[in-house]
């Protein structure tokens, strides 16, 4: 056994071993990964399709819990102080007090389930990484589209009509990518580990 195969997550693999000074460069990189995914953004509506899911779940995926949930915050911190890092190049607090405002305050959780997924292993198998992306990409749909019928004041049915169905075969899409990344992640260490 080598240390991939003890190893938490993808990065805790390649970066080992992660110190502080590791660790904080990994958050901020991974907060300015989801800003720059933020940026692909697609208008259906009052909540347009974005590329922030993928990026919130594969860095979950890839840091664990606690460093993933970390990387999120500070990508909410950085756009809610103005930066241009919400979807569209947006940013300021408003942004929380919207109709995506639920989709937000849910980034964290999703990234921190989906970590903690991967510290257990679910990341090295490319069925248990759609199935936990898939829990966490959930977690986003179902607390943006109640935030959005609180929001909006609008019923429950149709505020699922407008701010989750529309998203759901985009996040199959999303989902099967980022899934398949993480264990050709794991196999490409591990023959750079055999082959050394």
Known sequence: MNSYDKADTLMGAALAPLDWTRSAGLVIVFSLFIAAFAQFTIPIGPVPITG?????LLTG??????LGAAAVIAYLIEGAVG???FSGGGGGILRFFGPTGGYLIAFPAAAYV?????????DKNYWS????????SLIILLVGGAWFSVITTTPP???????????????LIKIALAAAVLPTGWALLKRKASGS
């Open 52 to 56: 922030q899911s993928f990026a919130v």
């Open 129 to 136: 990484a759609v199935t936990a992306m898939g829990i966490g």
């Open 114 to 122: 989906v970590g903690a997924f991967a510290e257990h292993g679910w």
């Open 83 to 85: 930066l241009p890092f």
């Open 61 to 66: 995926a890839l840091l664990g819990s606690r």
């Open 157 to 171: 049915d149709i505020a699922f009509q407008t701010a989750v169905w529309p998203f759901l075969p985009g996040d």
